[in-house]
């Protein structure tokens, strides 16, 4: 380890070495990474690296009787290299000679050479060069400060400055913990005062510039910054680049590029159709980073292993259409599959994550999941909480505010193992449309063209049903799957695609046809045979539904009484959301519906009985829902990338500063902000009065009232609109509850995820003092909530009538 004494000379500390028969145990770390050495000798040595830093490996050496010969001469080796090390610490001010010794260091190294080893000892000579570059700059970096306590600026007072109050406790801090990580000597923190003051205001932001420093070096938040010119963003059809980029290695990636590949053509003609829709108008083109954080090995990457054995794949369905949808519409793509790579895009410096970033961010957007955000916060530093406006979560089941507000979720009861990040609730994407508080991502199925559907229609089989479960678990009988599978297999023959590897798996019963796991291709072609695809209940809201009804199928789907939610099922429980879910695949059920969808309770042997009969008679076409083909995603993403802007300031919105069109000089409005709309209860945005910037356009706003313990989700989509958590800012003041006639003798401002809302009992109002718990999920039994909602386009739930 490398530390400093009092007078400012750099000391290095010698390493421990243990020899013990056929094991050597490195402890500590000299000169960064020397004991880095024995990681090169592969076959004969295991390293491990604990934490993500240069400064802290443990080397274990292991051997046999035929090792001991190359241990005496690591052991000949280290001592060279000790000896050198001590007299490196006696630092001189010439850097060329601290370039010469460290060239010592790597000549020491080669004259140790045994026979059969010489590959290996340029490959230790390579890794000590790096890590020899490296220490070179921090000697240089300590030179310089030693230097500056050597002139005019040797005494550094602690600023009191009140535009800095934070300063003098960060000063303190450093004194007592600047050796805590590794990344402050790579800035150049030195113990001193001094240094800490330079770091605090350079690279932290804690402290003011000081006045002795030269203004050149000023960190990027006192200098302001020329903007990198605009470029404009252009369709893509071959995704070629993007198949390179995803990589290879594990059969997740595999997977994602097979997936990408048979669906090119699609991607390529839904580009073509949307940059018609557009009519070629200028798109930004946005540096993207994508930290696909829950396939790295980091995060122990369960998913790979299953995906030939029946495991879960819609997570790696949706991350591989956001890859294609970012490729597809243009942007300059990123991706990292591992923390190494997030750290190097990230510009991270070396050590325990404590420090900030080395530079600006280098990227306008970064797409990443939980298991990402914990990774960058744990490398990123303070930087993260700078740059999180630039993140977008992509998040299956959803994060209400509720869970999101770190110290509103602690205070009442509302935190769990995810959530609390502070964001912004759009940043949270959706894979379906369940929380309008988040944004909806989404993914595609497979779009069949005319030729293909009536393929279908000509060729089903209308006795033919194809269960929902790969995995065998899911059909053990006593979870009282035997009742409904017997009724089924009375009208159908009755198909399976469960894993197994070599006998039939015991609980799929001996009635059932098992085809085992099919690849994708085949499993398209049995759907489109099919009549019924079945749900037994789980898994919950994945795609393959979505796939079968878009390949002819009736989905039939088991009700939850009571709904399934994080109170009273194991499987949300820990989960950043109250929803409550009221079948297997609720957006099946609410936004398809019948004739393709059909939702029942499967305890109740008459109504599934009824049920398999009403399918057998029922005719279907094949039906996909257009958010959910390729246009459908690309046009959505588009419009998110193009208008969502969480990093600009947002001011507070005050009625009063508002002018109608027209008036002179700009003078107050004196009619109301929103008017009684033709044939609706609901309230719309006055088209006289100049509309703020906002996106959705307050065109699109309809103002509603819910109903005691209705939340605005349940109050929009009951009056056939969709509740739009970006409008909040515009209804959030007494000139809403005025035109809703609402009796209040108390307005008051609070924190609490329900407001805005009122209660008729108590003539009581409420405002919402805090925009990150703006909350369409938010509902209680006692209030009555003000409501923003929506139009949307036909067929695109996440986007408004003029939201292209």
Known sequence: MITRSTDGKIMVRRCLVTFKPFRIFVVGIGFFSLCF????????????????????????????????GVLRKISDMLEVILKRMDSLSKLDNTSSTDARRLDELSSAINRFQPDGLVERIQAIAQNVSNMATRVEQILQNSMVQGRVRDGTSSQCEIPRDPRFPECPGKVDWMRARWTSDPCYAFYGVDGSDCSFLVYLSEVEWFCP?????NQSSLPTQYVLQPKAPKRQAAFRT?????????????????????????????????????DAKLEQRWRDQKKILVHVGFLTEES???F????????????????ADILTALHVLGHNLKISMSVKELQGFLGVPPGRGSCPLTGPLPFDLIYTDYHGMQQMKQHMGLSLRKHKCHIRVIDTFGTEPAYNHEEYATLHGYRTNWGYWNLNARQYMTMFPHTPDNSFMGFVSEELNETEKRSIQQNKVNNMAVVYGKEASMWKLQQGKDGFLQILHKYMEVHGTVYYETQRPPEVPAFVKNHGLLP????????????????????????????????????????????HSSLNHEFFRGKPTSREVSSQHPYA??????????????????EFDSAIREIMRTKVEPYLPYEYTCEGMLERVHAYIQHQDFCALEPPFIPANLSRQGSAGGGRITGPLFVHLRNSTALGWASNVTAPPAWPPLSSLRLLVSQEGQSCVEACYSDGFICEPALFHFIN?????????????VVDSEINHILPAFSVLRRECGLQREPLLFSCAGHSPKYRRLCPCRDFRRGQVALCRDCL
């Not at 994708?520 to 049995?526: F, N, S």
């Not at 019924?532 to 994945?542: D, N, R, T």
């Open 37 to 68: 050495l024995m990681t090169s000798l592969g076959g004969q040595f295991s390293a491990k690296r604990l934490g993500d830093s240069p400064f802290t490996i443990r080397t274990e050496v292991l051997g046999g009787v035929e090792s001991r």
């Open 300 to 302: 122990g990457d369960v």
């Open 209 to 213: 510039p000081m006045s002795w420093r």
């Open 304 to 319: 790979s292993p299953k995906v030939l054995k029946g495991g879960p794949l819609g997570e790696m369905v949706q991350w």
């Open 520 to 563: 994708q291709h085949e499993l398209q072609q049995l759907l489109r045979k099919a009549k019924l695809f079945i749900g037994f209940g789980f898994p919950y809201e994945g795609p393959a539904p979505l796939e079968a009804i878009a390949n002819g199928c009736i989905f039939l789907q088991p009700k939850f009484h009571p709904p």
């Open 589 to 606: 059920e609410q936004y398809i519906g019948r004739p393709h969808v059909m939702t029942v309770d499967y305890n109740n042997s008459q």
């Open 238 to 274: 071959d995704l070629s680049v993007l198949l390179d980029q995803v990589g290879a290695g594990k059969e997740s990636l595999s997977f994602m590029k097979r997936r990408i590949r048979r669906l090119a053509q699609q991607w390529a003609t839904a580009a073509n159709r949307l």
């Open 733 to 745: 003041n007494k000139e809403a509850l005025r035109r809703l006639e609402v009796q209040c003798d």
